[in-house]
T-cell receptor
């Protein structure tokens, strides 16, 4: 398995502000992702965090709103910019760990964000 | 676009019951199907299935994948209150690592 930590675990923010979420993994991983889970919904992929290059965003998500950094193979940040109440969600960091030919995907503990 | 449908959306049972959770999918170039248990925020990995007809077992939990009919089931026997959670099914297809999730099944096990 993978040990993944996220900070903060939760936050309450005012509309118009920005929040940066950190994700730390216990060992180097090639593939790191950011997911969002809005209330009552399932998980949706925001972007793939690429080490040494710009993140790859899914349809409906843009860099200006969700800038991502990946300075090394164990750490990434996701910023939720200019927040609105619609950004209230759980944000989850995820990594793929290879074991032989198995590509198992693990999730961090999540950051619960409430925007007022 | 990849699609995952889980049923039922919610289920209430008594301790000791056996439950079967369903997951059907449509995915381009199927690679794997994963089951997760979500109790608070973080989904916890349960199983990954890649080949049809392979049954994975871990204690009271087992899962089967049918790649011909495009579905998977998750069985939980002798349920306990600690099994209460949302169970998520996800598929991975194509050449990237993107997971497409279903909406989940909320399982409540009453004492």
């Amino acid at each position: 398995s993978a040990v993944i930590s996220q900070k903060p675990s939760r936050d309450i923010c005012q509309r118009g502000t920005s929040l940066t979420i950190q994700c730390q993994v216990d060992s180097q991983v090639t593939m790191m992702f950011w997911y969002r889970q809005q209330p009552g919904q399932s998980l949706t992929l925001i972007a793939t965090a690429n080490q040494g290059s710009e993140a790859t965003y899914e349809s409906g998500f843009v860099i200006d709103k969700f800038p991502i950094s990946r300075p090394n193979l164990t750490f990434s940040t996701l910023t939720v910019s200019n927040m609105s109440p619609e950004d209230s969600s759980i944000y989850l960091c995820s990594v793929v760990r290879n074991s032989g030919q198995r590509e198992t995907q693990y999730f961090g503990p999540g950051t619960r964000l409430l925007v007022l | 676009e990849d699609k995952v449908v889980q049923s039922p959306l919610s289920l209430v049972v008594h301790e000791g019951d056996t439950v079967t959770l369903n997951c059907s999918y449509e995915v381009t170039n199927f690679r794997s199907l994963l089951w997760y248990k979500q109790e608070k925020k973080a989904p916890t990995f349960l199983f990954m299935l890649t080949s049809s007809g392979i049954e994975k077992k871990s204690g009271r939990l087992s899962s089967i994948l049918d790649k011909k009919e495009l579905f998977s089931i998750l069985n939980i026997t002798a349920t306990q209150t600690g099994d209460s959670a949302i169970y998520l099914c996800a598929v991975r297809g194509g050449s990237n690592y993107k997971l497409t999730f279903g909406k989940g099944t909320l399982l409540t096990v009453n004492p």
